[in-house]
């Protein structure tokens, strides 16, 4: 990351996504805004509030209710020289998009024999919690996590969602950035000036020594928060957010994991086939030898996330669900605290 | 809601493997009945239910080996035997696991109990590779780089972990086991060695002094001997008047000359604690923390002194064997024993020891519990004792044998009560063999 500490400041997750596309919109002509609600409505959470009045509708355009359309329309325009931000209202609308994602945007570059990039952001806010009932509450990382040519961002931060976020922009290829709908009003320290994060590089967010917690967007909050829970117990965790799903930094993933000797995986998809399985595999291949332990994961119930405020609590990962896995992991290791 | 755990069964179990579901889940459950068999290393036996109620949840598939503790059922009012959202996921996906896999993990959530009875996906892989018994050896990959990397024998460590899993904590006790054992030649040797494994406290090797390693039998004595410092001891001993059970054994003996076969005093007395055990099943018992294990088998373990250390190899069903095989048994036993070739199987399951050191010409001695059992029997030599007799001094060959007493067990008129129909039996010998 490059850094310009001019000065930090306190605010939103949404007020750093804000402020970042502001300054991008600033920064560079060819940077334009293109989604269903985001100019006279200023966005369905907001994130795009003020900017149609600042930069006027040729570079925050307004569309019809038709992801294909305005995908496909974005990726002309990336291929052209412009730098579209892409928003989808939600994840789950992309799978409308998907043909234009998965078979053009990810594919051109390589097919293209390199002459043409495709330097596209698509920001998809989601995930669940929210009461929007099963067809809006998914979390479908794990479908554009899995293209080659795409690259998936999930910030866990608000000055992650910045700097990443900027990154994106600035990257020649389409990236798609994933926004947590339940990170949107969480606070944070955002540094002021140019933040530009490396796209691929994981962090370790707390130092540990006992067990390693893997995770990224809102499961790291919740990594963070068990964490700071379990030291009073006298247990040190150690949490590694992702924050980039392709490209993967198995290398500080396994570097964590050769260190704790135990790990856990907590993400907000579901279990089978999912983020976790990756990760899991990852520390197979990479840090065999060091685990004392099988790695778990936990990850949401294998149900369409029900509706109901009481059963969708219960389908979705949470630091009771964490905490109670990190303990079976020590116990199975005769940790001593 | 309550769980049924794998119960111990025998005081070698250490796992037991459900092998026949004979209650379905939503099978309403009363207490005493049979849930399930089990079968140990010893026999099949009842998996009996504690509690009213209704058999909500199989935790374990039939043919599972699980350690004692574990859950294997839960039986609750009812209310959770369908669709049960911990297992569904589970069971939807992979019908293979079912089990919770960490050791001292909690107890399956029940599913209305929190809001997290669902977020979490146990996905135990132990469970998954199971369903055998669990002789191969389980480790975790950083305690077999651990043991690599030291030269130690995984085989001859306990796992502590999920089906005896050996992990990290393991390996390293071990290797903090050997590392307090002083090498010889080592430079070092002057200096004081770290926390040898029973606590003694540190020893000095001057010159010339020779630094003894322990083999691995010496090794599991000395825990074993040390376990049994912590047991409350008492004594007993009795004067057992041998001289009709010498005469039996000459008779005895000539009647077998034609087989080439003989049988000893030991064997005499071996066949009369099984004899007397059977009629005092409270000494035929283990210490089990807060329980006490009244077993059904007579087990008899014989001290045997071999080149390697103490052995002690069990005649099992010692009262149901005639004189003749306890003799060739134990001949066998023992000879197998100096030759190192005994199995694990041939040394554990023991209920009662013998240990004799007659043929050394001790007297009278006192012998160390071998722990969990209650009670353990030190023989001495027979010598001929004075005797009145009919306003006449004669000469009577008398045997000393001292009991020792775990006293958590065994109270000492019961005790004594033992000894003094064991001395009977000895002193009437036909009492051995009918």
Known sequence: MTEDRSDVRAMTFRQALNETLRAELIRDESVFLIGEEIGVFEGSYKITAGLLAEFGPARVRDTPISEEGFVGAAIGAAMLGLRPVVEIMTINFSLIAIDQIVNHAAKLRSMFGGQVSVPLVIRMPGGGGQQLAASHSQNLEVWYAHIPGLKVLAPSTPADAKALLAAAIRDDDPVIFLENLALYNTKGDVPDGDQIAEIGRAAVVRAGSDLTVVSYSRGTVTALEVAGRLEEEGISIEVVDLRSLRPLDRETICASVRKTSRAVVVEDDCLSYGIGAEISATIGEGAFDFLDAPVRRVAAAEVPLPYAKSLERAALPDAAALTRVIHEVLDATRFER | ?434
Not at chain 2, 80 to 98: D, K
Not at chain 2, 212 to 238: C, D, K, M, N, W
Not at chain 2, 389 to 408: E, N, S, Y
Request: glycine share 8%.
């Open chain 2, 1 to 434: 809601m309550p769980e049924v755990v794998m119960p111990r069964l025998s005081d070698t179990m250490e796992e037991g493997t459900l092998s026949r579901w004979l209650m379905e889940v939503g099978d309403p459950v009363h207490k005493g009945d049979v849930l399930a068999e089990i079968e140990t290393d010893k026999a099949t036996m009842d998996l009996e239910a504690f509690e009213d109620g209704v058999l909500e949840r199989q935790l374990v598939t039939a043919g599972t080996a699980v350690p004692i503790g574990q859950p294997v059922a839960v039986i609750g009012d009812g209310s959770a035997t369908a669709g049960s959202a911990t297992t569904e996921p589970v069971s939807v996906a992979e019908p293979a696991v079912y089990s919770p896999p960490a050791s001292s993990s909690p107890a399956p959530e029940p599913p209305d109990a929190s809001p997290s009875a669902v977020g979490t996906v146990a996905a135990p892989a132990a469970a998954m590779m199971s369903g055998s018994g669990s002789a191969e050896l389980r480790t975790s990959p950083l305690a077999r780089k651990l043991a690599h990397d030291h030269h130690l024998d995984l085989a001859a460590i306990v796992g502590s972990g999920p089906q005896g899993r050996i992990t990290r904590a393991d390996v390293e006790d071990a290797i903090a086991q050997r590392e307090s054992a002083p090498k010889a030649g080592d430079d070092s040797a002057q200096a004081p060695t770290s926390q040898p494994p029973t606590g003694a406290p540190p020893i000095f090797a001057g010159d010339g002094d020779e630094v003894v390693p322990l083999g691995a039998i010496r090794r599991v004595a000395v825990r074993r001997l040390s376990e049994s410092q912590a047991v409350p001891h008492f004594f007993l001993t009795a004067l057992v008047n041998v001289e009709r059970l010498i005469a039996f054994r000459a008779e005895v003996n000539a009647g077998l000359a034609a087989s080439g076969s003989k049988i000893s005093i030991n064997d005499l007395v071996v066949r009369g604690c099984a004899v007397a055990l059977r009629a005092h099943p409270e000494v035929n018992a283990s210490w089990g923390g807060d329980t006490l294990l009244l077993h059904r088998h007579v087990n008899i373990g014989i001290a045997v002194s071999t080149p390697a250390g103490l052995l002690v190899p069990v005649v099992v069903d010692a009262d149901r064997k005639p004189l003749s095989m306890i003799a060739s048994e134990t001949l066998e036993l023992a000879g197998r024993a100096r030759a190192g070739h005994l199995t694990v199987n041939e040394m554990t399951g023991g209920t009662f020891t013998v240990s004799n050191l007659g043929m050394f010409g001790i007297d009278q001695f006192t012998a160390v519990i071998n722990p969990p059992e209650a009670a353990i029997l030190a023989v001495g030599a027979a010598t001929d004792v004075p005797v009145v007799r009919d306003g006449r001094l004669v000469a009577v060959p008398m045997l000393k044998i001292t009991l020792t007493v775990d006293h958590r067990v065994l109270d000492g008129a019961r005790a004594a009560a033992f000894l003094r129909d064991l001395t009977a039996i000895l002193e009437e010998p036909l009492r051995i063999v009918v």
